[in-house]
């Protein structure tokens, strides 16, 4: 097992992973922008290196400077947690090529499935359903015409290359595609550094399920079932993720089980990974991508489960074999889990900064709080707006609702607003409670708020 492990990462990933680390009785460097001097991470770790000023391209995209902080630390292993560096393939050739162990799949894994059109034409392969489409990349406008009338509109338009909810559009028609491919690939070229773009069948009023997969370096991998993530903002960002999926019977539940385990197979994937999912009101799910890193929502799958992904993360990488087997796996009681952030709902959503005078944790039975914060914290302007998330487990799905409704009362932060009160009215809503929703539910009660994005 590894001695000492550097964090390539901020925030409550950070500290997520250094409580493993302790508990497994590896030492944690803690590396941060200047911002971040007095962040959680940095306070827990043992050891702690400044790799760069704030904005997270001088600091936590910055592969020289964390390489050179792993090695003058002695670190033996690298665990890039989610965003940042997590799924940058170059970034784990270059640990590789360092002597240092890259906590995750392999830089040809990364690679296969980061290129979401290729990914798409390895899943076909792979016998993995996929949403009619684009063969890989639109060549031209010629072809994109050609593959939207086939299929039908509405279309999206996606970038290969995206990610966190960015670089996909809607279009309506023929005359929209046209405009929108040209302002797609310039897009996509300035956020991603590549212009590519492929077409999907928009799926009104789908679902978005997916299924954790657990990989080990020696071929042997298996499922920890589903989490329904359909409660997204019209920018597609995630904000409440519950397991297991109440929509899912236990029959779909080991058909998209198989089906997540062969995509991960036909990339020879080892270690922690995520494959989503669209799921149809008429009960078809097709693959979307695969996400080659920890999620952030994965504490309602280790609360159904009992399992800590992130230490089988750490032992994977460490060449332990996969002791878990499918059958033992057992999903008891339901999980949900609440993005808190520094949103002002307001005013439209708009990302706040600045210190908090005083914060106060829910806690208690099936509670757990996965945060950065605290009494006295300066939220720096450099990073996403994320504070804190709170998971709820309990044994079924009413009592999680309940007792997550409890905990945003509880839950008190001043000096910043927060998104709890839109938070709150989700909980609240009958929709929600009576499971009848798709990712157009947010969209839609946020629009019935009057609160515009
Ligand atoms: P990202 O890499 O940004 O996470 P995804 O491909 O996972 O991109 O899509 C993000 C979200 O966009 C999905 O969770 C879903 O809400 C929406 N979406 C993606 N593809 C489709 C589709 N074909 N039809 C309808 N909505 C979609
Ligand atoms: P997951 O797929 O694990 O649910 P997300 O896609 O929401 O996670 O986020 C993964 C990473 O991408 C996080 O580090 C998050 O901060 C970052 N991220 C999400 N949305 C955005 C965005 N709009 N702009 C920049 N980074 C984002
Ligand atoms: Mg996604």
Redo the contacts with the bound molecule.
């Keep these: 097992m590894f001695k000492k492990i550097l964090i390539a990462n901020r925030g409550e990933?950070a500290v997520r992973i250094i409580r493993a680390c302790r508990e497994m009785n590896i030492a944690t460097v803690a590396v941060y922008s200047e911002a971040d001097a007095d962040s959680l991470p940095v306070h827990l770790a043992d050891e702690k290196i400044c790799i760069g000023p704030g904005p997270s391209k001088d600091s936590y995209f910055n592969i020289p400077n964390i390489v050179s902080a792993a090695l003058i630390t002695g670190a033996e292993a690298i665990h890039p947690?989610?965003?940042?560096l997590s799924e940058n393939a170059s970034f784990a050739e270059v640990c590789a090529a360092c002597g240092i162990k890259f906590i995750g799949p392999s830089p040809d894994a990364i690679e296969r499935m980061g290129d979401k059109a290729t990914a798409r034409e390895t899943m076909q392969k792979a016998k993995v359903p996929i949403v009619p489409g684009s063969d890989g990349i639109l060549a031209n406008e010629t072809e994109a015409l050609r593959v939207a009338g086939r299929i039908g509109y509405p279309v999206v338009v996606k970038a290969t290359a995206g990610?966190?909810?960015?670089g996909i559009r809607v279009v309506e028609d023929e005359e929209e595609l046209v405009r929108v491919l040209k302002v797609a690939q310039a897009e996509a070229a300035a956020s991603f550094g590549n212009a590519d773009v492929y077409l999907e069948k928009y799926i009104r009023d789908m679902r978005h399920i997916e299924v954790q997969v657990l990989f080990d370096e020696h071929g042997h991998g298996i499922h920890l079932g589903e989490r329904e993530?359909s409660l997204q903002t019209v920018?597609h960002?995630?904000v409440v993720?519950e397991a297991p999926s109440a929509t899912l019977t236990p029959a779909l539940r080991r058909r998209i089980g198989e089906a997540a385990v062969r995509a991960a197979k036909a990339v020879g994937y080892a270690n922690a990974g995520?494959v989503e999912f669209i799921f149809t009101p008429d009960e078809n799910f097709y693959f979307m991508e695969m996400?080659t890193?920890?999620?952030?929502?994965?504490p309602v799958t280790e609360a159904v489960t009992g399992i800590d992904l992130v230490r089988w993360q750490i032992r994977i990488a460490a060449g332990e074999a996969l002791t878990l087997h499918q059958k033992e796996i057992v999903w008891n009681g339901h999980s949900i889990e609440c993005r808190v952030t520094a949103q002002d709902p307001q005013k439209g959503f708009a990302p706040a900064a600045g210190t908090l005078s005083q914060v106060r944790f829910p806690g208690g039975l099936g509670v757990r709080v996965d945060t950065q914060i605290y009494g006295g914290y300066t939220v720096p302007p450099f990073?996403?707006s994320?504070l804190a998330k709170v998971i709820v487990w309990a044994p079924d799905r009413t009592e999680a609702i309940a007792r997550m409704r409890r905990c945003l009362q509880e839950f008190e932060i001043e000096g910043s607003p927060t998104n709890i009160p839109f938070l709150q009215r989700i909980l609240e809503d009958e929709r929600y409670i009576e499971n009848a929703v798709s990712t157009a539910f947010l969209p839609r009660l946020m629009e019935e708020a009057g609160l515009a994005i």
Excluded: A, L, P, S
Aim: hydrophobic share 15%; proline share 0%.
């Design positions: 990933i947690g989610y965003g940042f990610g966190g909810g960015r993530c920018r960002q995630k993720e995520t996400n890193r920890i999620q952030v929502e994965h990073y996403d994320n």
